[in-house]
């Protein structure tokens, strides 16, 4: 077994990690207070993929959930602590070879007073991100979505 490829990124209330796997199967997400486990069967020779993450803060297992894709698993990790920023993914600070940050997907919220987000915009953010062949690509899309709905709204009636 080894370990898959993975980003990861922080927000105020989830951690969210996207296992770069395409063409998974027999996904197992096992979410823990302090650790979790992710394993697969991936690509046309069957490579079996093992993670087990002890986690830098804890999280609650209940409301942590993922989601696979053709291209990736997606996991949103829910943190026990909602508004306390985790500077790394892992509990020990070695360097995983297996991980990085996503960047894309960054953000430096400590000092953003507009994440009011609720739980299911977050959800919902978390699963246009993914980039999935029926996901539309939502990059800067508050701004599309507010201008359509703005749009929609002053059409003039046409006879």
């Known amino acids: 077994m080894q370990p898959a490829a993975a980003k990861w990124y922080d927000r105020r209330e989830s951690v969210f990690i ?10 197992q997400v096992i979410f823990d207070k302090s650790k979790f486990t992710f394993s697969c069967v991936s690509g046309t020779d069957d490579i079996k ?6 986690l830098f ?6 409301e942590s ?8 698993v997606l996991c949103c990790l829910r943190k026990a602590e909602p508004g306390k920023s985790w500077p790394r993914l892992t509990k020990d ?8 940050v996503d960047f894309n997907n960054w953000k430096d919220w400590e000092d953003d007073s507009d994440e009011d987000l609720s739980s299911f915009d977050k959800f919902s953010e978390m699963m246009n991100s993914m ?10 899309a508050d ?5 359509a709905d703005s749009d929609d709204e002053k059409m003039p009636d046409l006879e």
């Not at 993929?49 to 002890?54: F, I, L, M, S």
């Not at 980039?131 to 800067?140: F, I």
């Not at 701004?143 to 201008?147: C, F, G, L, T, V």
Request: charged share 45%; glycine share 8%.
């Open 49 to 54: 993929h093992q993670n087990a993450v002890e």
């Open 57 to 62: 803060g804890e999280i609650d297992p209940k």
């Open 143 to 147: 701004e599309e979505h507010e201008s």
């Open 18 to 27: 996207e296992f770069c796997m395409e063409d998974s199967k027999d996904v």
């Open 93 to 100: 600070k070695a360097k995983c070879n297996w991980l990085s």
């Open 65 to 72: 959930k993922h989601r696979r894709t053709d291209r990736s």
């Open 131 to 140: 980039g999935g062949d029926d996901l539309p690509d939502l990059d800067g």
